[in-house]
């Protein structure tokens, strides 16, 4: 009532899409940053009438996001134009990769107009034979999922494409995204467990006619109380180079893709899933770098705050925040390579059962309807629990097309939040696999030098693996099937 009252037209937020707007801090911006390459030359105009007709169709990217003594709402941009979303850099025509990634640093680290929609796409018109484009999303609006829903419904399967508007298309991907084989029944498990409570005191009655059900039931009750407990009483990760005082400038680097098909063969071998593969890669890349700059990071492990998706199929083309977070131990400290894709794949099996991501969905909702001062500290506790943040979208594996133009390769980088520095985002996208690193300029001066060796670190254990060494290891009941 308040809100179409003082505001026509306008919505209440969400708790977690709130929370997310609060975060917003000078040493980290809640923006999700990415990149697109595109094989050909990108016409401005078209690209605006593409993102007008398709992106903008959704009537909250046509919203600012509005915070006041009663509240936070979504409200509608009366003077919304498309141009202001939609504009040119003008850079220099010698652009490669270098320049890029400094120009999409520089952009990362700039704040969205909170006066309208915090949204924005730079066209890069001329970046070697064709076009580049950085893209800005403020986190309020959607996480990671819903938006490459979204950015699906901007793009074609052929270069001229008939005219299509409107809610992205829902596509089905074979790839699942990191953590997604363990938690592919996060829908299930927070129907029976995150409610066990509740479900205990509606069917107590009934189910004291079924003591096996009540045991079960009341054991998946122990087993979300002792994930609470353990979520909330994590101590702090460990200090490392990559965990210190944060500056308000962050630095964005790629690597080179790798062959997905090559992936999955060495999962294959080792009986690991080829999220398993790209973790223990990036682990790999992070320790190498570490221990060139002197570090003694033998048995060191890290933690990652990993998002895990817990929006119901049928509502994947939804905008908004639906996930939660798990704490996933990195083993940076381990060397050998075979043995450190193992010691990932236990790791990833450990939080099978784990209710941490609906723990942590509940308390991003339960901040987000508190006084925005009590969230502060609460979310400087909870990032403290992690060094990095470290997330893997699955994309379509077949070539797409924007505005007319090929799209050649898609980056993306996450917000950290809190204390955390440093992200890694996996992208797979035609039958490849991208790697992004954002990092905070006073841990990472040249973020490049980080993520550039995951491909020599997988290329380690592919030589490993051809060789026969992991063979006659006792990895015990390691194996899981590949996914």
């Given at each position: 009532?308040?809100a179409?009252?003082?505001?026509?037209?306008?919505?209440?937020?969400s708790?977690?899409d709130?929370?997310?707007?609060?975060?917003?801090?000078?040493?980290?911006?809640?923006m999700i940053?990415?990149?697109?390459?595109?094989?050909?030359?990108?016409?401005?105009?078209?690209?605006r009438?593409?993102?007008?007709t398709?992106?903008a169709s959704?009537e909250?990217f046509?919203?600012?996001a509005?915070?006041?003594?009663?509240?936070?709402?979504?409200?509608p941009?009366?003077?919304?134009?498309?141009?202001r979303?939609?504009?040119?850099?003008?850079?220099r025509?010698d652009?490669?990769?270098a320049g890029?990634?400094?120009?999409t640093?520089?952009?990362?680290?700039?704040p969205?107009?909170p006066?309208?929609?915090?949204?924005?796409?730079?066209?890069?018109?001329?970046?070697?034979?064709?076009?580049a484009?950085i893209s800005?999303?403020?986190?309020?609006?959607?996480?990671?999922?819903a938006?490459?829903?979204v950015l699906l419904?901007m793009?074609?399967?052929q270069?001229?494409?008939a005219?299509?508007?409107?809610?992205p298309?829902?596509?089905?991907s074979?790839?699942?995204?990191?953590?997604?084989?363990?938690?592919?029944?996060?829908?299930a498990?927070?129907?029976k467990g995150?409610?066990a409570?509740?479900?205990?005191?509606?069917?107590?009655?009934?189910?004291?006619?079924?003591?096996?059900?009540?045991?079960?039931?009341?054991?998946?009750a122990t087993?979300?109380?002792t994930?609470v407990a353990?979520?909330?009483?994590?101590?702090p990760?460990r200090?490392?180079?990559?965990?210190?005082?944060?500056?308000?400038?962050?630095?964005?680097?790629?690597a080179?893709?790798?062959?997905l098909?090559?992936?999955?063969?060495?999962?294959?071998?080792h009986?690991c899933?080829?999220?398993?593969?790209?973790?223990?890669s990036v682990?790999?890349?992070?320790?190498?770098?570490a221990?060139?700059q002197?570090?003694q990071?033998?048995?060191?492990?890290?933690?990652?705050?990993?998002p895990?998706?817990?929006?119901?199929?049928?509502?994947?083309?939804?905008?908004?925040?639906?996930?939660?977070?798990?704490?996933?131990?990195?083993?940076i400290?381990?060397a050998?390579?075979?043995e450190?894709?193992?010691?990932?794949?236990?790791?990833?099996?450990?939080?099978?059962?784990?209710?941490?991501?609906?723990v942590?969905?509940?308390?991003?909702?339960?901040?987000?309807?508190?006084?925005?001062?009590?969230?502060?500290p609460?979310?400087?506790a909870?990032?403290?629990?992690?060094?990095t943040?470290?997330?893997?979208v699955?994309?379509p594996?077949q070539?797409?097309y924007?505005?007319?133009?090929?799209?050649?390769?898609?980056l993306?980088?996450?917000?950290?939040?809190?204390?955390?520095?440093?992200?890694v985002s996996?992208l797979?996208?035609n039958?490849?696999?991208?790697f992004?690193?954002?990092?905070?300029?006073?841990?990472?001066?040249?973020?490049?030098?980080?993520?550039r060796?995951?491909?020599?670190q997988f290329e380690e254990?592919a030589?490993?693996?051809?060789?026969?060494?992991?063979?006659?290891?006792?990895?015990?009941?390691?194996?899981?099937e590949a996914?």
């Amino acid at each position: 009532m308040v809100a179409s009252f003082l505001r026509p037209g306008a919505e209440p937020m969400s708790s977690n899409d709130t929370a997310w707007l609060r975060m917003d801090s000078p040493t980290n911006l809640m923006m999700i940053s990415g990149v697109i390459v595109f094989r050909q030359r990108v016409d401005l105009e078209r690209l605006r009438e593409i993102i007008e007709t398709r992106f903008a169709s959704f009537e909250r990217f046509r919203m600012r996001a509005v915070r006041d003594l009663t509240g936070t709402w979504w409200e509608p941009d009366h003077d919304f134009s498309i141009d202001r979303h939609v504009v040119p850099l003008d850079v220099r025509d010698d652009l490669d990769q270098a320049g890029l990634e400094e120009l999409t640093s520089r952009m990362a680290s700039t704040p969205l107009n909170p006066d309208q929609p915090m949204w924005q796409f730079q066209l890069v018109e001329r970046f070697g034979e064709g076009s580049a484009m950085i893209s800005r999303i403020h986190h309020c609006y959607a996480d990671g999922i819903a938006l490459i829903q979204v950015l699906l419904s901007m793009t074609d399967t052929q270069p001229s494409p008939a005219a299509a508007t409107g809610a992205p298309p829902k596509r089905k991907s074979r790839e699942r995204g990191l953590l997604d084989q363990v938690f592919h029944d996060a829908q299930a498990l927070r129907d029976k467990g995150a409610d066990a409570g509740k479900t205990l005191l509606r069917d107590g009655l009934r189910l004291t006619q079924r003591p096996e059900e009540m045991l079960e039931l009341a054991g998946k009750a122990t087993a979300f109380a002792t994930d609470v407990a353990r979520f909330v009483l994590k101590p702090p990760d460990r200090r490392s180079r990559y965990k210190g005082k944060l500056s308000p400038v962050k630095r964005v680097a790629w690597a080179e893709p790798l062959p997905l098909d090559e992936v999955k063969a060495v999962g294959k071998a080792h009986g690991c899933t080829v999220n398993d593969v790209l973790l223990s890669s990036v682990a790999g890349a992070l320790r190498s770098w570490a221990t060139e700059q002197g570090d003694q990071i033998d048995g060191l492990e890290i933690h990652a705050a990993v998002p895990v998706n817990l929006r119901p199929q049928v509502k994947a083309g939804e905008l908004g925040n639906k996930f939660g977070l798990v704490f996933l131990g990195i083993p940076i400290g381990i060397a050998d390579a075979v043995e450190r894709l193992h010691a990932v794949n236990r790791k990833m099996r450990e939080l099978k059962n784990s209710y941490q991501a609906q723990v942590s969905l509940g308390l991003l909702s339960l901040v987000g309807r508190g006084p925005s001062m009590l969230q502060r500290p609460v979310l400087e506790a909870f990032s403290s629990k992690a060094t990095t943040v470290m997330t893997n979208v699955p994309g379509p594996q077949q070539p797409l097309y924007l505005a007319g133009a090929e799209i050649d390769q898609l980056l993306f980088w996450v917000p950290q939040n809190g204390r955390i520095g440093i992200g890694v985002s996996i992208l797979s996208y035609n039958g490849k696999v991208q790697f992004g690193l954002i990092a905070d300029r006073n841990l990472v001066p040249h973020p490049g030098e980080i993520i550039r060796r995951v491909n020599g670190q997988f290329e380690e254990l592919a030589l490993q693996t051809m060789a026969g060494h992991f063979e006659g290891r006792d990895h015990g009941d390691d194996y899981d099937e590949a996914k």
